[in-house]
């Protein structure tokens, strides 16, 4: 079947604009996360869903930063008023229950 | 707080040679370790986990409490196995949260 999938892949915005990523998890999986991957600081952990309620939002780096998850499926990352540091690619993954992590193919974001 | 290490950000090795790609953990816990791999232009893939104890495309990983190392290996490396490797971990039970080391290159040459 498909995989977890993210759009859009690439995304070039300016400095203090905002944006949105989404990620399509597998089809009834009902935990979703997002990571971060970094020059530098390779993969870090932003935000878990378990359901439509993210127990767990502690990775998230500022109060720019937020997410949320509609449907028990599709999730949006917000960034606000983005800055230069925000350039990463966003990992999206998904699994059933707190099985194997399945990972998109990420977004790469970069903030001139 | 968990951590995961990897020593070596390059590795590189010739075609037919052993490999063997170094991982640390810190955690006081029963922990879930994992090897992530991700080749040129694919997302991330699992490669293999501790608890399967199963061997994957030739490699194998076997988790030593004692030493808190989960070393990836393999006896006779090809070049296909040219990518970037992840180690992580998952705190286990009803945690989620990988936490994962800054990866290894490996190059396999001819």
């Known amino acids: 079947g498909a995989g977890v999938s993210q759009s859009p892949s690439n995304k070039v915005t300016e400095k203090g604009k905002d944006v949105e990523l989404r990620c399509d998890p597998i089809?009834?999986?009902?935990?979703l996360y997002w990571y971060r991957q970094s020059l530098g600081q390779g993969l870090e952990f932003l935000i878990y869903f378990q359901g439509n309620s993210a127990p767990d939002k502690s990775g998230l780096p500022s109060d720019r930063f937020s997410a949320e998850r509609t449907g028990g499926s599709v999730s949006t990352l917000t960034i606000q008023r983005t800055q230069q540091e925000d350039s990463a690619v966003y990992l999206c993954?998904?699994?059933?229950?707190?099985?194997?992590?399945?990972f998109g193919p990420g977004t790469r974001l970069t903030v001139l | 707080a968990q951590r995961v290490t990897q020593p070596e950000k390059l590795l590189s090795v010739f075609k037919g040679a052993p490999v063997e790609l170094k991982c640390n953990y810190s955690y006081s816990g029963s922990p879930e370790l994992f090897w992530y791999v991700q080749y040129s232009r694919q997302r991330l893939q699992l490669l293999l986990r501790?608890?399967s104890r199963e061997s994957i495309k030739g490699f194998t990983a076997d988790l030593n409490k004692g030493e808190t190392s989960f070393h990836l290996k393999k006896p006779f490396a090809q070049e296909e196995d040219s990518a970037m490797y992840y180690c992580a971990l998952n705190s286990g039970g009803s945690n989620y949260k990988l936490t994962f080391g800054k990866g290894t290159l490996l190059t396999v040459n001819p």
């Open positions: 501790h608890i």
């Open positions: 993954a998904s699994s059933l229950g707190l099985n194997t992590q399945y």
């Open positions: 089809s009834g999986h009902t935990a």
